[in-house]
């Protein structure tokens, strides 16, 4: 679970790991101010199999285009990709063409995530 | 969020009201209620502007005076942010409160590659005192206070303010300016925290000792539970945190030799104001009262105008929904209501689009509108405090108090504020609540119309604020402008000079003061900072 940027709101990410891990998965806080090259980094070091951005500053598109560059690049494109926070519901297509697996914007049910997250990584 | 858990029977029948904060409701309150309280007018309340000042700091409160209103405000560039205050100002809003982008926020200029993506998004960019007199260009400083959300980098941009002010031919004992400047919470709930948490507190120090002397219409701080009730907190835990972060403040400035009487009269508070109305009612005039005795007992403050707690007591942003916004104008109301039953001095509101973007002019102005029909149409200036006395309210406000000072001992057992942001127990605590509310609202044990509830409806297409990437080009080409046209040696000069200050923990205001006014820029000034003092790390709380 990830904190892109300069955006300092953690609550949610904070309180999405936490309902990961009561659902039995290893969540893996990376805090606050983090560079997309850090998180990527931290990603396969930790052999995670999904990357969760959590952004509530409006700059998701541009963040999620270098997320998505450097995940092609560095080739871990079977990592599972999850985004959440303030995202208007006209930039989700766009963030899908970007590359974005999953797309859950503040307020979606714990297990609607969940649920993505055990079907996906199975069939990703 | 911010609601009571209730407990219905099958019938729909009300059987248990249990406030966030921990204090049950019962269905009927008399008399009997203020007698198991000891309630005593005079111990307990007093007349409006006398000790304790439950009632209120200002004898005819409302009365004397309107509240300020004072709209978080900015984004793009400076011109564009001064045009929508111009805009607001013109539409009767009395304060201003500016809105800062990330980048200028976390210390780093447009042009630096973490402020990618970022430049004006969530506020206005500001690079260099070039840019604040564009933002301030026509704005009558000596009649308009000016709020500036800023906190890792408050010492720069009150430095700032205050040159700007000089340059349009101000004197520093005219203008107004209250820097948020209020660390901890950040660290707590906010995150745009930069420098670790003493040499942090330390500017804070810094900017308080300075204004005390040389700008004496500045509120060099506005202590922010606001946030910390964001991220979590319970209402009584808000003011119980904001208490402990304002005597941090506060001693950091004693143990220079000062009196808490001499200064701490400029301190303002930022709290929130939503969910259960009775609950915020008692919780701020519960803290006005807690405010003013502990003031006097552990500092010895007898001045009374030092014992105010003034404040801006705005709605909250975290109740407002994404279903159904138009629902959003109606709790905005409500929270209008809520601050101004409970006194406040300045307010502010979310707008209805805030679960999207930030506002357009159609939503900062319904805001505005709010408070206007609340004031001169509702009925809200007619007495001070008109709740007083009531048996439900009075008995309230006594157990939030109690409360308050439950909350403040956990924290004094941890060994204080500082310690207890440093190892990571507040945010711990936050975090959870956190959580468990969020449990709550989706499992429907607490209500939110739109969300959990009454979800049938047709849900409106919201107008975007739109984010313009033009803004960031012309703040980056201006700022290349800027470095090459101004006296790059009086830049380095004033930045040699202020890293000496910082090393050698002299007060760092003049210092900044001179670099702004020699156009050194922001990213430059916080640079000499992260190079004496480093960087914060955060606590592990997973």
């Avoid at chain 1, 985004?83 to 899908?96: Q, R």
């Avoid at chain 2, 975090?431 to 939110?448: C, H, N």
Wanted: proline share 4%; net charge negative.
């Amino acid at each position: 679970m990830a904190k892109p940027g300069l955006d300092g709101h953690d609550r949610g990410a904070k309180v999405v790991a936490h309902a990961m891990r009561e659902a039995g998965m290893e969540v893996i806080y990376t805090g606050l101010h983090q560079s997309v090259p850090s998180i990527v980094n931290q990603a396969i070091q930790e052999d995670a199999d999904v990357i969760g951005l959590s952004i509530m500053s409006g700059a998701h598109i541009p963040i999620c285009k270098k997320l998505m560059e450097l995940v092609n690049k560095q080739a871990i494109g079977d990592k599972l990709i999850v985004v959440g926070g303030v995202i208007p519901n006209k930039d989700i297509p766009t963030l899908k063409d970007i590359g974005v697996n999953g797309i859950f914007p503040g307020g979606v049910h714990f297990n609607e995530i969940v649920k993505f997250i055990e079907e996906k990584a199975i069939t990703h | 969020m911010g609601v009571a858990t209730y407990i219905k029977d099958e019938k729909d029948a009300i059987k248990e009201v249990t406030l966030q904060s921990g204090i049950e409701i019962k269905p009927v309150y008399t008399p009997d209620d203020l007698d198991r309280i000891g309630f005593d007018y005079q111990k307990d309340l007093a007349d409006p502007g006398e000790f304790p000042f439950t009632r209120g700091i200002h004898p005819l409160g409302f009365r004397s005076r309107n509240w300020t209103t004072r709209q978080y405000t900015g984004f793009g560039t400076p011109e564009e942010t001064n045009e929508r205050f111009k805009l607001m100002i013109s539409h009767g809003q009395t304060g201003l409160n500016v809105a800062f982008d990330l980048p200028t926020q976390m210390g780093l200029d447009s042009d630096d590659p973490m402020a990618e993506g970022e430049v004006g998004r969530v506020g206005m960019a500001i690079d260099s005192l070039r840019d604040f007199e564009i933002a301030f260009k026509d704005i009558q400083l000596n009649r308009i206070g000016a709020g500036l959300t800023i906190n890792a980098v408050a010492s720069i941009m009150l430095a700032m303010y205050q040159a700007m002010a000089e340059k349009f031919g101000y004197k520093k004992n005219e203008i107004s300016a209250t820097p948020q400047n209020d660390i901890l919470k950040e660290m707590v709930g906010r995150g745009a925290w930069i420098y670790p948490v003493e040499p942090a507190v330390r500017l804070i120090g810094d900017t308080i000792e300075y204004a005390m002397k040389e700008l004496p219409r500045c509120n060099p701080v506005s202590v922010a539970g606001y946030h910390i009730r964001e991220s979590g907190c319970t209402p009584a835990q808000e003011i119980s945190y904001a208490l402990m972060i304002a005597f941090a403040y506060i001693d950091n400035v004693v143990a220079r030799g000062y009196k808490a009487e001499d200064f701490v009269g400029r301190f303002s508070f930022n709290l929130n104001v939503y969910g259960n109305i009775w609950e915020t009612v008692a919780k701020f005039r519960a803290a006005r009262k807690l405010w003013a005795k502990l003031l006097r007992e552990r500092y010895d403050v007898q001045n009374k105008k030092a014992l105010f707690l003034r404040g801006i007591f705005g709605g909250g942003g975290s109740g407002m929904t994404k279903q159904q916004p138009e629902n959003n104008i109606m709790r905005g109301a409500y929270y209008a209501l809520a601050a101004a039953l409970s006194g406040a001095q300045t307010t502010a509101l979310c707008s209805f689009d805030e679960a999207y973007t930030i506002p357009t002019e159609r939503a900062a102005l319904l805001s505005l509108r709010t408070f206007q029909i609340l004031m001169d149409e509702i009925g809200l200036r007619d007495t001070v405090d008109p709740l007083a006395g009531s048996y439900f309210l009075e008995t309230l406000t006594k157990e939030m108090e109690a409360k308050i000072l439950e909350e403040m001992e956990k924290v004094e057992k941890v060994g204080g504020m500082i310690e207890a942001v440093s190892s990571g127990y507040v945010q711990k605590e936050v975090a959870r609540q956190a959580y468990e509310f969020e449990k709550k609202i989706q499992e429907g044990r607490v209500t939110k119309v739109g969300v959990n509830k009454y979800t049938e409806g047709v849900d409106m297409e919201v107008e975007l604020h739109e984010y313009n990437d033009e803004w960031a080009n012309l703040q980056i080409q201006r700022l290349g402008e800027l470095k090459e046209s101004r006296d790059n040696k009086a830049v380095k000069d004033s930045l040699t000079a202020l890293e000496k200050a910082a090393r050698e923990e002299k007060n760092v205001m003049p210092y900044l003061l001179e670099c702004c006014k020699s156009y050194a820029t922001v990213g430059e000034m916080s640079n000499v900072f992260r190079d004496v003092f480093g960087e914060f790390v955060e606590p592990n709380i997973f």
